[in-house]
């Protein structure tokens, strides 16, 4: 469970396709980042992928998934259309202006984009600031 105020368990899914280039390497420290956070849990595309009849229904089954690809090409909306697996929460990372090289060092300000891209898909609110007589981040307790 998050440490965060007024947060509640998550039951967020989060699948990175981890292409070999900057922006696959983002999604999968995305993940990472986001499932110690407590947003959600990484969960394996490559098990979707290979067809593994638990994973495909663990994603069908998923209360909310984000799904992240690294380019236009689509990799793991592939996987989910081959499994039948509804694409819900569905990001490119290039569609965030971030350009695609194959240098896999890692932009610090390009991660916290992608991760705020992933927080609003799945439906993240940041908690409310403190009000008079109120707990402390407002939420009454």
Not at 104 to 122: F, H, I
């Amino acid at each position: 469970m998050s440490d965060t105020c007024c947060a509640t368990e998550s039951n967020v899914m989060l699948l990175a396709c981890s292409g070999a280039s900057n922006v696959g390497q983002l999604t999968n420290q995305a993940a990472v980042e986001l499932t110690r956070e407590g947003l959600g849990r990484m969960f394996c595309l490559a098990g979707i992928g290979g067809g593994l009849s638990g994973f495909v229904q663990s994603a069908r089954d998923a209360a909310t998934l984000v799904v992240m690809d690294g380019c236009e090409l689509g990799c793991a909306r592939a996987i989910f259309e081959r499994a039948e697996v509804p694409l819900k929460n569905y990001l490119v990372v290039t569609d965030l202006g971030i350009d695609k090289n194959h240098d896999l060092a890692l932009d610090r300000q390009s991660l916290e984009t992608l991760k705020m891209a992933v927080r609003r898909a799945a439906g993240w609110r940041p908690p409310r600031l403190a009000r008079p007589g109120g707990g402390s981040c407002g939420c009454g307790g």
